[in-house]
């Protein structure tokens, strides 16, 4: 089975305010985008990997995954687009065909485990699209008519994550019927869902900590000094 690892990486990360590229901030002594990467390449062996960044950051992207684990294949740096959805379309474009599966992981979630990663790439080989999710703790409400809301059950619900793996010609064909619908999507989990294809879901194990936000970076550094 050849795998490919997309990261889309292009967002600004003006919420954190830090004044540089999201995946570059420092997290624990490490840019974040390295702490991912060194995270999957531990995880799962890939032929090939495509990180998509901002266009005025490729050099410095280029100096954060210099020396990243031989696991992840060849490393390349291309340029993302305005949106994660053209970003992931653009490393999907720049896969080689000889690929089985692609694999996409926000830059974001550096304490994704090794076995969420495994799992959710052999569902994807078996079944055409997976992605790792985790239920909600909290009690969850929808909105309603008149200002009012409904309670849901959690039970029957998930909070979709990273990884997503697909076949690639199913991701491909997602995206591509994206683009002639102008359609847009949140995750590439929905884009494939459009299209007709059932998503497989794989429980995450631990956290799956999205950095988003000042305070998830020092949360982030803690869990990682204790990993």
Same mark, same amino acid.
């Given at each position: 089975?050849?795998?490919?690892?997309?990261?889309?990486?292009?967002?600004?990360?003006?919420? #954190?305010?830090?004044?540089?590229?999201?995946?570059?901030?420092?997290?624990?002594?490490?840019? #974040?985008?390295?702490?991912?990467?060194?995270?999957?390449?531990?995880?799962?062996?890939?032929?090939?990997?495509?990180?998509?960044?901002?266009?005025?950051?490729?050099?410095?992207?280029?100096?954060?995954?210099?020396?990243?684990?031989?696991?992840?294949?060849?490393?390349?740096?291309?340029?993302?687009?305005?949106?994660?959805?053209? !970003?992931?379309?653009?490393?999907?474009?720049?896969?080689?065909? !000889?690929?089985?599966?692609?694999?996409?992981?926000?830059?974001?979630?550096?304490?994704?485990?090794?076995?969420?990663?495994?799992?959710?790439?052999?569902?994807?080989?078996?079944?055409?699209?997976?992605?790792?999710?985790?239920?909600?703790?909290?009690?969850?409400?929808?909105?309603?008519?008149?200002?009012?809301?409904?309670?849901?059950?959690?039970?029957?619900?998930?909070?979709?994550?990273?990884?997503?793996?697909?076949?690639?010609?199913?991701?491909?064909?997602?995206?591509?019927?994206?683009?002639?619908?102008?359609?847009?999507?949140?995750?590439?989990?929905?884009?494939?869902?459009?299209?007709?294809?059932?998503?497989?879901?794989?429980?995450?194990?631990?956290?799956?900590?999205?950095?988003?936000?000042?305070?998830?970076?020092?949360?982030?550094?803690?869990?990682?000094?204790?990993?």
């Amino acid at each position: 089975m050849n795998v490919a690892l997309v990261i889309p990486a292009a967002g600004s990360g003006e919420r #954190l305010g830090r004044g540089v590229s999201k995946a570059l901030v420092d997290v624990g002594g490490t840019a #974040l985008l390295r702490r991912t990467l060194d995270r999957l390449a531990a995880a799962a062996d890939f032929v090939e990997t495509i990180v998509l960044a901002p266009s005025h950051d490729i050099a410095r992207f280029e100096a954060a995954v210099a020396g990243a684990g031989s696991s992840l294949g060849s490393v390349r740096i291309l340029a993302g687009g305005a949106t994660r959805q053209q !970003s992931v379309a653009a490393g999907v474009a720049a896969v080689t065909s !000889s690929m089985d599966v692609v694999c996409v992981h926000d830059a974001a979630r550096p304490l994704v485990s090794a076995r969420t990663v495994r799992a959710v790439v052999e569902a994807a080989f078996t079944g055409g699209a997976a992605t790792a999710a985790s239920r909600p703790s909290d009690s969850v409400r929808a909105d309603i008519a008149g200002g009012n809301s409904v309670a849901l059950d959690r039970s029957t619900l998930w909070l979709v994550e990273t990884p997503q793996a697909f076949r690639r010609e199913i991701l491909e064909r997602g995206h591509l019927e994206a683009v002639s619908r102008g359609n847009a999507f949140t995750d590439d989990a929905s884009l494939v869902e459009a299209i007709g294809h059932p998503i497989h879901i794989v429980e995450s194990e631990g956290r799956n900590l999205k950095i988003t936000l000042a305070a998830d970076l020092m949360l982030a550094a803690e869990l990682l000094r204790a990993s």
